[in-house]
């Protein structure tokens, strides 16, 4: 049969070649060029990119003790999205002992939190046995997986505000410059230490590189492992604080509103920083610990406000060795010098109140001080600021401003933990606003006692007293000796400089401790008197007002106590205070003398036991505290939905009706502290 | 020493047998790769489809072997025969003998063997059109026997489609190459070809709108040829039957055909590779879009497997996504990507050269032949194999429709494994004869 279609096998083999070299450009597009980035989706899929979180960095007390270490936990990390119709919810909540309505409630809120596509832990800190049992079914669950984390674990059971706490990195933060490089699911210290020393406590993250396969499943490293590195832990922490002191100090400030420090005056290392009410730190580990948060946030007795720094306190007459400090530099009183008081100050109209109307009771400059006159110091202070070496009393006010911003007043001290506060020293732009540029020393002798408008926080007070103690010379109060037992870190830098405070002679320095010994040989201090070391302390009974309504409501007065000891090569400085607690030598006085005796002696001696039990079992908490709190709470929703205000009516009226609530709340308020606390 | 005094050994085609050994070796090692994992302690785990597979390898080269000491004349005899016993199989696949695999109904289960008569049937096929070619009686420029050539390759694939197997079904179409060949007039192919990118004008224009351009395109060519209308009425009625033809193509068939003759995926699939989301209507009851999801998750992680491989590949054992099964079906239909992933380009370049090479030669072999039956015979082969290259190989770099046909020689499993050795081999005995008139 003739073959008249021969050439068809040409063509044949021209579709024959076409073929594969079009599949050959296909592959040449898609390999080599890489057209659609799928090389990229396949680094995504098949390799598993592993963020390997170091330990933080462990924290040392004084003596090497630990005051805070890591543990190993585990989270239940879930991806919803890869969870498949076969998931076997009811097993897995078995494994990990949950109730599985527990489990979708959980789920559905991290979804809604969330989203689909992002891992979210659903629980976290799981029992051991659960991640046991969890670990040898894993492969059975996918979008399920087990996230190890490192834990704080605060070995002393004491210092929760001083070391602080950790937690997830927040989307805000992680907006903010300082939280740049961190990624979700970072943990970041939040208050304390842990946020001050962040950048040397958390070390530096490794990443490894696994292969997993299409079920989640690791297979291995990916390259061998060639391309991972491993994590550095963070670097360790030395604390000046001697852990049994902290531990003391914290039981004997529980169920008392207030603080107590104790810093080392030679170094600023702070030695104890307790804040009352004082509270388990361990409340601030574990799976309950946001709502711990939130329940001491709400608490009206503020645990988590760190009084020590935070508060601000009328100083009382703990501030009179630093009106007398100014009064001797400035010249215009001696020792010797002695003012005439009757029990009150009459100079400037308005009567001045003096605990003391016996003849002679200010008869010098260490008898009034022992007796805390207040009369000699309103007057001494006006002395001070009137001196005739200065133009007029504005130039004098100045120069007291001056002196009091060089002993660290009136200004955040730096302090190595975050959020403090800076107290307030008035200066002459602040009276000629209050008093229309017309105003003399008379309007703020008070000053000179340590009322009006002098506030110190309690860090600032034990700061003043290592001023006292070191004859003119400070370090910024501090936590950290060294790190990684470097002591010359550069963070560390600041607190190594001597802040040598307005070159007042060693002399005045001498004639206000000689007035400060006196306080406790025979003065109002004698609570804080030990037989083989001199003390030298101040009380102090600042007096609390309060503004309620537009009103000002007397209340408890504070209970304060500044003291250092030996006066010979001091050791330790001290500033107790106790919120609402009346005298300064009742309850701040023999906590600042029990903080003394138990780091100069390492213990507390027999005689004095019944003082620590009495102490510890005070609770000094008046019940106007929570009235005030729900006050101070309405105040706040009232501003807040001032501020949200809005055209809508039905939202003004809440606002009318809520201010009416608000004005009958604070009378009612008004009305049980007077009846009942009779202020 | 003419041509039938050599020896028989020196007869055959060894290039063909070389290629054949090793793209057999390729797929055992490619599945090997997919299996293998560096925790194995021994290669020979017979639980293994590698290992499945080399025992297939054998069965299949024994096959082979006894192919090539047959008499090529019994080839030209067994046609019918062979047709009808494979026609009854098929049939038989769709009663409850069969066996189901994933909704397609194609397996036959004899008890000591599963296999899908549908996979035989190709070589019968191939056999008995060379055979009806070549019978005495044949005229194939009368459409009457070009009918009834084309009947042999369409009925058994309308019955595939109905045993729900249109990737094999599809297969059948690549016998339109050896007639093709063999005087298939070109206006069928034009026909053919308009017809197909008609289809892909109705998937890609609303249909309202094609019906004008479609009745556009009739009044331009009309008023083009306005001077030849004058004299003759007949391009009047022939543009005009084309534009009916058209219109009812597009309008009526096409959509009937998506709704009633395949299956709502096969249709989401064809929307797919075109880039276009399936209308609703073509979506059948009970198909979620989670189908349409998993082909298109296929192909997308089969591209990103071929395409990590880059230039030279990340090395035997080494493919990350193919190991570790992110590709699913990488054993059978998406073999490709594990030598895209562990060779890179060039490997895969390769592959594709090593198949052109077995396609060229087919041709060449196909073109010496005295006799017309092995000329034909030969030209199904090159056709099947062409069509399971390109729809294979297409499917994993994205150009073709994800329709499961495997990679020749190269994919898992038994029954392909040992057709398409048959085909070949029998292809190289008839070869060995190419100076015998074999009718």
Known sequence: MADFTQNRSVFIKIVFIALPLLIIIRLLFLQVFDIGNYKEAALGQAVYIKKVYPPRGIIYDRKNKVLMNNSIVYDLVVEPKKITSDFDTLFLCKLINVPIEDFRFQLKKVIIKNGWQKPSALFKNLSPISVARLQENLYDFSGIDLIEHAERNYHFGCGGTILGYINEVSETQLKSDRY????????????????????????????????RDVKQRIQGAYK??????SATPGKPLQLYLDAD??????ELMANKLGSAVAIDPKTGGILAFANGPSFDPTLLTGANKGANLSKMLNDATKPLFIRAIQAKYPPGSTFKPLTALVALDEGVITPDYGYPCMGGYYACGRRVACTHSGHGHASNLALAIANSCNAYFCHVFRLAIDSRKYENVHIGLERWHDYMTSFGLGHPIGVDIPHENGGNIPDSNYFNRTYNDNWNSCNMAILGMGQGEVEMTPMQMANSMCILANKGYYYIPHFVKSIDADPNHPLLKKYKEKKVVAHIADSSFEYVIAGMQAVVDQGTGMIAKMPDVVVCAKTGT??????????????????????FAPRRDPKIAVAVCIENAGYGATWAGPIASLMIERYLKDSISEKRQYLVKKMKDAKIIPNYTYILDSLDKQMA?????????????LKRDLIIKDSLSRRHDSLTARYLIRKFYHY | MSFKEKLFVERIDWLVVFIYLLLCLIGIACIFSVEHRSTDITFFLMKQNYMKQIIFFGVSLLIGLIILMLDSKIFTSIPFLGYTIGFFLLLLALTPLGKGVKGSHSWLNLGFLTFQPGELMKL?????????????????????????CAAFAIVPMLIIILQNETGLALVYLSFFL?????????????????LLILTLATLLIPKTILLYLLSGLAVFFLYLSRRQLRRSREILFLVGGIWLVGVIFSQALVPFAFTHVLKGYQVQRIYTMIGQETPAEYIGEGIDTKKQNASEYNVSQSKIAIASGGFFGKGFLNGTQTQYNWVPEQRTDFIFCTIGEQFGFFGSTILVLIYMVLLLRIVSIAERQRSQF????????????FFHLAINVGMTIGLAPVIGIPLPLISYGGTSLVIFTVLIFILIRLDADRQMVLR
């Open chain 1, 180 to 211: 740049a490089d961190y990624q979700k699911g970072d943990y970041i210290g939040i208050n304390g230490l842990e946020n001050y020393y962040e950048d040397v406590l958390k070390g530096v993250p490794g990443v490894q590189y696994l292969l």
């Open chain 2, 178 to 194: 050896a007639m093709y060949r063999e005087g298939l007039p070109n206006i069928v192919i034009v026909i053919g070809v308009s």
């Open chain 1, 224 to 229: 061998d492992g060639r391309l991972d590195s």
């Open chain 2, 374 to 385: 092995s000329r034909i015979y030969a030209y199904c082969v090159s056709g099947i194999l």
């Open chain 1, 245 to 250: 002191l902290q531990k003391l100090t914290e």
């Open chain 1, 637 to 649: 929703r009232q501003k807040d939905l001032l501020k949200n205000r809005s055209k809508d009516s």
């Open chain 2, 124 to 148: 019968f096929t191939a056999l008995t059109i060379a055979k009806f070619l070549t019978l005495q009686d044949t005229n194939f420029a009368t459409l009457k026997h070009r009918v009834i």
């Open chain 1, 542 to 563: 600042a007096q609390n007002e309060r503004m309620i309504n537009g009103q000002k409501v007397k209340l408890q007065n504070h209970s304060m106590f500044v003291a």
